[in-house]
């Protein structure tokens, strides 16, 4: 007959067991870490300013979950969309093209008949060509035509609004019979025919969990999830949640409710141990839209805001988390615009570029902070309404050369009040004006006669930019632009 065991044995033998299952385990998730290709969530709000973030300098509200972001990443505090309006911007982020190439200018409305063109290749076409899960969330507002729509552009899933909340019956400066009723569209079909305000109040939630519902369902795969906020756009609208949280009103309100849905989306990545296999980002699609007074957002130390070429048009809040890839508590003042997004996701996995041309360069050396690197970019082109280019800024950034335009402006008059808009007055920049951006964030004081030399040289560049894509100010027509997508018109 064997002798039994000692207790004291088993107990030993078990514990090296258990041991042994947790190293298997954990060989195991840095392996899956290793091996597995990163996922991508991009969180892009409406008309949140440059100032309207905590760690940015916001006041009135709080934002713990986005300033634990810039805590645990990476703070970029000369991010740029590529145009400051709702379409133009949302074109550059997913093409990686300047929204003029694909033939997107402004905000396309309810009876445009032309859309983002399907022959595009977009940030979920691209990682769907690695195996990528992709899906969305919020305002679309690349064309409402059933040819534009999120399934055809590369979304497994899509759910939110084909336009602007202004674009709206209800919107207190709608005109009678202006706007047909706004749908809210899930997977390409409409699943209610008319956003009521009640139903307003809701959206940032709805966004909010179908996020959290798709990382959920796409956990053990790599993922892309592109969460479009409507919010802050006017008319400004906010869960019971949230109503009344703040000392800055109702837009405080909305930007705490964004906050929270960004830490339910934190906290969903960690519940699920996805941290450190996940690229977060979090930005805006333009500066703040001035007229609206209290219920727009602050631009912060930046000149004027949406619907211009002014720094606090193009440059909004940026924030990146990504651990061990990504420093944290940093803070970068690089130079770097969304359509450089898309060629720096394909680097980072693996991903073939578009066969046709595209404006962004891959940024990752400047993102991970790897020392020395520099922007690869000669400069950037600044355009805005049909086809203009307003200004061209230097590639790292320092010098910035506004060209003779008209732009909007309140002229140092504020705002309207509770979703009533001030009017704008039009001024004119007349000869070029030279900013050392570096030394003059508000672009208050233009230096062209003491440096010659360097408005000759971006002079230069904008040549080269009318030549590759045109500048209606100057009736140059470009050779690189591409025509949108079109239907007929509806009847």
């Known amino acids: 007959m064997k002798p039994r065991p000692h207790p004291f044995a088993v107990i030993a033998s078990i514990a090296t067991m258990l041991a042994f299952a947790a190293i298997l385990v954990g060989l195991a998730t840095i392996a899956r870490g290793a091996d597995r290709l990163p996922n991508i969530v991009v969180i892009f709000t409406d008309d949140q300013g440059y100032g309207d973030v905590g760690v940015f300098g916001a006041k009135g509200y709080t934002t713990p979950n986005l300033d634990r972001l810039a805590r645990d990443g990476t703070m970029f505090t000369n991010f740029h969309v590529a145009q400051a309006v709702c379409s133009a911007s949302r074109a550059a982020l997913l093409t990686g093209c300047y929204s003029n190439r694909v033939g997107i200018h402004g905000a396309l409305g309810p009876n445009a008949t032309h859309g983002l063109n399907p022959t595009e290749t977009t940030i979920a076409e691209l990682l769907k060509s690695r195996g990528y899960a992709t899906g969305m969330a919020g305002k679309w507002h690349l064309g409402h035509r059933a040819e534009f729509l999120p399934p055809q552009q590369g979304f497994d899933e899509s759910f939110g609004l084909p336009y602007s909340n202004d674009m709206w019956p209800f919107h207190p400066e709608a005109k009678a019979g202006t706007y047909p009723k706004l749908p809210l569209i899930e997977n390409g079909k409409v699943i209610d025919p008319e956003i009521t305000p009640e139903k307003m109040r809701n959206l940032t939630t709805w966004y909010t969990e179908r996020a959290v519902s798709f990382i959920e369902r796409n956990k053990d ?17 906010v869960s019971d949640k949230f109503k009344g949280k703040s000392q800055q009103g109702l837009y405080g309100d909305v930007i705490m409710e964004i906050d929270w849905s960004v830490g339910e989306v934190m ?11 996940t690229l977060v980002i979090f930005t805006s699609d333009n500066g703040p839209w001035l007229s609206y007074g209290n219920h727009a957002g602050s631009a912060g130390p930046l000149r004027e805001g949406k619907g211009t070429s002014w720094e606090g048009g193009t440059r909004v809040p940026c924030l990146m988390r990504w651990p061990s890839h990504l420093p944290a508590g940093a803070k970068s003042d690089d130079y770097v615009m969304t359509i450089d997004l898309l060629p720096t996701f394909a680097k980072l996995t693996g991903a073939t570029l578009p066969a046709h041309p595209i404006d962004g360069l891959d940024i990752w050396p400047l993102l991970s ?16 309404a049909q086809n203009e280019l307003q200004a061209v800024v230097s590639g790292d950034g320092r010098w910035k050369l506004v060209l003779s335009h008209r732009y909007r402006t309140l002229a140092g008059r504020p705002g309207g009040r ?30 062209a006669a003491a440096n010659p030399a360097v408005v000759q040289r971006l002079l230069a560049f904008a040549e080269k930019c009318r030549a590759d894509l045109g500048d209606a100010l100057t009736k140059r027509t470009g050779t690189g632009n591409r025509e949108p997508g079109r239907v007929a018109a509806a009847k």
Do not use: C, Q
């Open 418 to 447: 509770d979703g009533i808009p001030a009017k704008y007055e039009n001024a004119d920049v007349g000869p070029p004006k030279l900013y050392e951006l570096s030394r003059d964030l508000g672009e208050t004081t233009d230096v």
């Open 221 to 237: 795969r790599p993922f892309f999830f592109y969460l479009a906020h409507s919010m802050p756009h006017v008319p400004l609208a």
């Open 267 to 277: 906290r969903t990545l960690a519940k699920h141990g996805l941290e450190r296999d």
């Open 369 to 384: 902070r790897t020392p020395g690197a520099t922007n690869p970019h000669e400069g950037y082109g600044i355009w805005y």
